[in-house]
């Protein structure tokens, strides 16, 4: 089992922290709850930051000929300039964000699908927009993991949040604490992992990493960062993670018996055919891993991206779902 360094997440604080919805909710995140033991969380409530205090009446944005502004229709505040400012000086006072988690559609805190008013009393939508602390968080940090709750239910985009979540930590540890030979020893660890993701940006990575030029430790890491955030920046297609299955394959080729291959070549086939999960076919090779010993296999990300707990069963087809016999 691998260890993981614990990832710097900014939340919102409505979000399993507190009860700081305009009506003094606070919203369950089954995502946030579980993150809490692995995560160094830092709660925000822009809303509250800026004077508005719990319960308090809702705020919208509107776009009326003055432009695009966050007001309170009860009270008549416009409380843009307020959020701007919070916005940017909050995003200035965080070091060694790893990612952010934030409300769903809030016009503060939402990345998208926020409603835009044509005015504080009008009722229709006439477009829809990123709150104002999202939107900053957006501009600012759009190379990191950035999701909302909402996004986070889907088990694919999840994934790929958690994946990129903690390759990010286990990467600025090594910028932060490291050495040329730690950095060497990311990158081999991860090199299924971005051979999933991206090959001409692993391509990439790899002459980095030789360092042929001999260039300082300092250049070196801030070339590979780059070029590490653009390789995450898309989720892998399912085509990519089979090749790199059957290159894990490769290694035990010559010691499995026929058998054994015709049963992991009918999960890969049932995974390309959309008919399973990843799971049966992971997991076989997870098993030759360990029954062969083969310590490269092992020590690569690819297999774990992210602490085991985190991986959930989908509850239709858990065992554990409702009984429908009885």
């Not at 993150?35 to 925000?44: A, G, I, R, T």
């Not at 390789?231 to 054994?260: C, K, W």
């Not at 049963?263 to 959309?274: A, N």
Request: charged fraction near 30%; proline fraction near 5%; charge should be neutral.
């Amino acid at each position: 089992m691998r260890e993981f360094p614990q990832p710097k997440v900014v939340v919102s604080r409505c979000l399993e922290f507190g009860h700081c919805r305009y009506n003094g909710d606070m919203i369950s995140s089954p995502v946030v709850a579980k993150l809490k033991n692995h995560v160094d969380f830092l709660p925000v409530c822009p809303e509250v930051e800026i004077g508005l205090g719990v319960p308090r009446d809702p705020v919208r944005i509107i776009r009326d000929k003055e432009g695009y502004r966050l007001v309170q229709p009860s009270s008549g505040k416009d409380v843009t300039e307020n959020m701007k400012a919070f916005s940017s000086s909050f995003l200035d006072s965080i070091e060694g964000v790893d990612g952010f988690i934030l409300k769903f559609r809030s016009p503060s805190c939402g990345l998208k699908d926020v409603k835009v008013y044509p005015s504080a009393d009008g009722q229709g939508v006439v477009e829809k927009s990123s709150g104002y602390f999202g939107g900053a968080v957006l501009e600012r940090y759009s190379f990191l993991p950035v999701e909302d709750e909402g996004r986070l239910r889907n088990a694919r985009i999840k994934e790929h949040f958690l994946t990129k979540l903690f390759t990010f930590a286990a990467f600025r540890k090594v910028k932060s604490e490291g050495s040329m030979k730690d950095l060497i020893r990311f990158h081999t660890q991860n090199k299924f992992l971005l051979m999933a993701y991206n090959q001409a940006e692993l391509r990439k990575l790899g002459d980095i990493t030789a360092n042929r030029e001999r260039k300082p430790f300092e250049e070196l890491i801030s070339d590979y960062e780059k070029h590490l955030y653009s390789a995450l920046s898309r989720a892998p297609r399912y085509t990519s993670t089979i090749n790199v299955l059957m290159h894990a394959f490769g290694h035990f080729s010559d010691q499995l018996s026929g058998r054994e291959k015709t049963l992991f070549f009918d999960w890969i086939q049932k995974y390309r055919e959309g008919r399973t999960t990843l799971c049966p076919a992971i997991n076989t090779i997870r098993s030759w891993i360990t029954r062969f010993e083969t310590d490269y296999l092992m020590n690569q990300t690819f297999f774990e991206p992210y602490p085991e707990d985190l991986m959930e069963i989908d509850p239709i087809e858990s065992h554990l779902r409702e009984d429908l016999w009885k």
